[in-house]
């Protein structure tokens, strides 16, 4: 079995989620939110916004609202986050917020259905970044 180093990397630069690549202030979010969104699915919203860094960063808005146990946010955070990783994307910023509600307190927090449904989804929309924004 492969190992991975202490934060959870493999070692290859490009797949890996340091804080350059991550979208964390405030004014770094509003200035994405300003601009239309660029594509909508069942359950979200992408926004993005060219960025003047050699890569993408990402953000992740998660309400409460729409996914109401910590176990569930945490999970679509990080599926968000794997597939960032995975996608080649040119120099973008991008803020995924979660725009519906994608479980109720009630059911299951967190299923492999869920999960591949929003896996789909969030490939769905890189892969449209990936057509609309051709590298430069």
């Known amino acids: 079995m492969e190992s991975c180093t202490s934060n959870g990397s493999t070692g290859e630069g490009s797949h890996d989620f340091a804080r350059a690549r991550r979208i964390v202030k405030t004014d770094e979010f509003s200035s994405v939110f300003r601009l239309r969104p660029a594509q909508k699915s069942a359950h979200f919203v992408l926004y993005t916004r060219p960025n003047q860094l050699p890569h993408a960063r990402l953000g992740v808005v998660v309400a409460k609202r729409f996914a109401p146990r ?67």
């Open 70 to 136: 910590a176990v569930t946010r945490n999970t679509i955070k990080r599926v968000t986050r794997e597939l960032f990783r995975v996608t080649g994307l040119p120099a973008i910023d991008c803020v995924v917020r979660l725009s519906r509600p994608v479980n109720s307190k009630d059911g299951p927090a967190t299923t492999a259905q869920l999960k591949a449904e929003l896996r789909q989804e969030l490939t769905r929309l890189f892969a449209s970044q990936n057509k609309a924004r051709p590298a430069k």
